[in-house]
């Protein structure tokens, strides 16, 4: 199983950004899919995690309202909305696939496969 993330990118405080995460070598839908950021400093933490089949979503309170976890299963592919961005969300957004249909952890330790990251900078 592999997954790569993109989409990062340099963008105004109140701008936008989609962050994809390609799965190769596994149906996610099957699975939870999660996404964790780490900021310069700081622990890497939870962001937002999904699972499909249940259409069960979680989100951290600090992106509440602002991100959306979606999928398109046809591509294989995750995506992380990230809309009315703020300084603070400056990190590197990682993704992540918990295999089977668990509950959408927040967790890393549940999950077993991770993304390489991708950067989001998020100027004032």
């Known amino acids: 199983v592999q997954l790569q993330a993109s989409g990062g990118g340099l963008v105004q405080a109140g701008g936008s950004l989609r962050l994809s995460c390609a799965v190769s070598?596994?149906?996610?839908?099957?699975?939870?899919m999660g996404w964790f950021r780490q900021a310069p400093g700081k622990e890497r933490e939870f962001v937002a995690s999904?699972?499909?089949?249940?259409?069960?979503?979680n989100y951290a309170d600090a992106v509440k309202g602002r991100f959306t976890i979606s999928g398109d299963n046809a591509k294989n592919t995750v995506y992380l909305q990230l809309n009315s961005l703020k300084p603070e969300d400056t990190a590197i957004y990682y993704c992540?696939?918990?295999?089977?249909?668990?509950?959408?952890?927040?967790?890393?330790?549940?999950?077993?496969?991770w993304g390489q990251g991708t950067q989001v900078t998020v100027s004032s």
């Open positions: 070598g596994r149906t996610f839908i099957w699975d939870v």
């Open positions: 992540a696939l918990r295999p089977g249909l668990g509950n959408p952890s927040v967790y890393e330790s549940d999950y077993s496969h």
């Open positions: 999904i699972q499909f089949v249940r259409a069960d979503t």
